[in-house]
């Protein structure tokens, strides 16, 4: 016998306990009283009984406890022999076989040699043994849980279809190291059916199969494969006429070994050939291909590109979707009368960027009207009072999504009567001490409006210097974004509905400090209109494998009014399944298949494009380099070959101390004894003691 952990059998040290607790128990004698002592000497007494064992079955008892104890937990185990082993290890067996569905997978013929080397393992299994099927990509899904049905696991292997997601061999190897550690049989084997593609790894795992596991890799894929792929597209947007055209250059990638001459790669446009040109593709060297101008008159424009014909057809075409860039419309509310340039700094910097991303209207606060909010997304009030009457309109605009910026200056106050939209009180203003301008001493730079600037040479806020200014005091629940030195609030934001109000305490002119001076002026501002505006730009395409929120395109069918009736969304996938988004439904859709993805608002007579998401294949899966079945096992296994014609023989003390599990059976007869132990102890402990 050995055992895993001998070290504790310093516990025995223990047994000294029972020794003492039999040698120092006290005599329990009747007292007798007498008169007076005073006549008789005193006798020092000894008893011969204090210094032997009077029970020796209690004793006995005990110390077997303690002895037990110490052996249980020094994990004893009995150590096999290679044939030992191999009786223990003989019996049924049980099996996990994990076939590769990525898209890799469907190169030439490696989809149906993969289905036959499954089936080949299936055909394999002998009376009593089990198999688990497992389908995997970028995740693994238990397909068929263990059975010894080969009829149910053949049809589950030719039911099997390729995916569009990426290949990630992880998941699938803990999940079989989990399903194998539950495991009864005395045989463990997994069997991986893959191309094991080089790209499968995303970094080292920590995968350890039961000690015994059998770990055998099949790989299907070709020597020196040939591949071209339409990897990217890019946009170079102009406006001419009053009109948004869009010159397509795509990037194609030859992987194979030789040139690739005379190849026709194709642009479609919402079904209509655009161009078509030929290009020689150098291997390994990404090929740019540019394509001429096109009008983009609509929203949710498809595209696609194609390159060529090949082996593996699932990324020979490219497909994104396009919308003309809309401006956002910003309404600029200055004071009555006001001059120019008071709103210059302002106008000037939403004005910049190519294309355009804001559409600004400056009007006085007398002008200001309901139907003006409809028509706008941001309103940004600069030093100006606006009037209790517009105090409603304004509340409803924020809550159905609308932002506020709010320039506090002289002459800025409460939006409405009841104080619900501004982020707290103005305080007076305040002068700069004379020795020195008031500068921004903490922001938050974990705020969206912020976020841009909080990386290093990215935006420099130290040296924007205040000479004068209006505190802040925010109430419980706003957001401060921004302090002055002096430690009273510059910015501070109120959500209010669906929408956000934003204060600033100071002006947006050279009058009251030199922010408008800085480089950091125009992103500033850009953010916070982009922020209020809840701008949000959209892919232009989607890997495969990715869950993605739609339920701000869902929101998007209600803006502004116009059809409250609509309150969910039908996605339609590429293949034709539906799934309702939006309302009581979740509003995440898991993108499983590539193509094009359409939603749809329900509710209401659908009218207008729908919003269409375009999904492509991971470019790592055109990647089609893999590893041997050596270096594949020692990826996965950390060993360089678990493979064998059997289970192995070489079992770990580990290993077998588990198995075993001697410990169990100690502790519960120790336990036993204790309990018997007590019972006795507890009956000799009635008996009255004799004095004398």
Do not use: C
Not at 47 to 75: G, H
Not at 585 to 591: E, M, R, T
């Amino acid at each position: 016998m050995s055992f895993l952990t001998p070290l504790f059998f310093l516990g025995l040290s223990a047994l000294a306990i029972p020794v003492l607790v039999h040698l120092i128990q006290r005599e329990r004698n009747t007292p007798v009283e007498f008169p007076s002592l005073m006549f008789l000497r005193r006798v020092p007494y000894q008893s011969v009984q204090r210094r032997r064992i009077n029970n020796w079955l209690l004793f006995l008892l005990r110390s077997a406890a303690v002895v037990l104890t110490v052996i249980a937990f020094s994990r004893p185990f009995l150590s096999q022999t290679p044939i030992q082993a191999s009786i223990a290890n003989a019996g049924a067996r049980e099996v996990v076989i994990l076939l590769d569905r990525s898209p890799s997978m469907g190169y030439g013929d490696h989809w149906q040699r993969a289905k036959d080397e499954a089936k080949r393992v299936i055909d394999g299994l002998g009376a009593g043994d089990q198999a688990t099927l497992v389908l995997f990509d970028r995740s693994a899904e238990e397909n068929v849980r263990a059975t010894g049905d080969k009829t149910r696991l053949r049809a589950a292997v030719d039911a099997a279809e390729l995916s569009a997601a990426a290949s990630r061999y992880a998941p699938a190897l803990r999940l079989a190291q989990s399903l194998l550690s539950r495991s009864r049989l005395g045989r463990l084997e997994t069997v991986v059916v893959s191309d094991m593609q080089r790209t499968g790894w995303d970094r080292p795992e920590q995968i350890q199969f039961p000690e015994g596991t059998t770990f055998t890799p099949i790989s299907v894929a070709a020597e020196d494969p040939a591949n071209v792929s339409v990897t990217s597209v890019t946009f170079n947007r102009t406006r001419f006429a009053n009109e948004e055209r869009v010159i397509v250059t795509a990037a194609i990638v030859n992987r194979g070994a030789t040139p690739v001459a005379n190849v026709p790669v194709a642009l479609e446009v919402d079904g209509l050939d655009v161009a078509t040109s030929r290009a020689t593709l150098l291997p390994g060297v990404t090929n740019a291909v540019t394509f001429p101008a096109f009008t983009l008159a609509q929203a949710n424009v498809r595209g696609r590109v194609t390159a060529g014909t090949d082996a593996l057809a699932a990324d020979n075409e490219f497909r994104f979707v396009l919308s003309p860039a809309r401006p956002t419309p910003v309404l600029l509310v200055v004071r009555d009368g006001a001059a120019a340039a008071e709103s210059l700094y302002l106008s000037s910097a939403l004005d910049v960027g190519s294309p355009r991303q804001f559409d600004v209207l400056v009007t006085p606060v007398s002008k200001l009207t309901e139907p003006a909010l409809t028509r706008t997304r941001v309103v940004i009030i600069s030093d100006a009072t606006i009037p209790g009457t517009m105090g409603p309109a304004l509340r409803r605009f924020v809550e159905r999504g609308g932002g506020i910026f709010t320039v506090a200056g002289s002459r800025g106050g409460p939006l409405d009567a009841e104080s619900a939209l501004l982020p707290g009180t103005l305080s007076e203003p305040r002068d700069a001490s004379s020795a020195r301008a008031e500068t921004l001493g903490v922001i938050d730079f974990s705020h969206v409006v912020f976020e841009l600037f909080k990386t290093p040479k990215s935006g420099d806020f130290s040296g924007v210097r205040f000479f004068r200014y209006r505190p802040i005091v925010p109430a419980a629940g706003d957001q401060v974004l921004a302090r002055f030195a002096d430690g009273t609030v510059a910015m501070a934001e109120r959500r209010v509905g669906a929408g956000k109000v934003i204060a600033f305490g100071s002006t947006l002119d050279s009058n009251w400090n030199d922010l408008v001076l800085k480089p950091v002026f125009v992103p500033l501002i850009h953010q916070v209109a982009r922020y209020l505006g809840q701008v949000e730009e959209q892919p232009a395409w989607q890997n495969a494998g990715q869950v993605i929120d739609v339920s701000t395109q869902v929101a998007a069918f209600t803006a502004g009014g116009t059809d409250e009736r609509v309150t969910s969304a039908m996605v339609v996938t590429p293949g034709g399944d539906r799934q309702t988004v939006g309302g009581s439904a979740d509003g995440s859709v898991d993108l499983r298949e590539q193509g094009f993805y359409e939603i749809r608002p329900q509710g209401a007579a659908a009218s207008g494009r729908p919003f269409v998401v375009a999904v492509n294949i991971d470019p790592a899966e055109s990647d089609l380099a893999s590893m041997d079945a050596q270096e594949f096992t020692a990826g996965a296994t950390g060993r360089a070959s678990m493979t064998s014609g059997g289970a192995s023989t070489v079992v770990k003390p580990e290993e077998s101390e588990r198995r075993q599990s001697i410990w169990w059976f100690l502790l519960l007869i120790g336990f036993g004894l204790l309990v018997t132990e007590s019972v006795i102890a507890n009956r000799l402990s009635q008996r009255p003691a004799i004095g004398i």
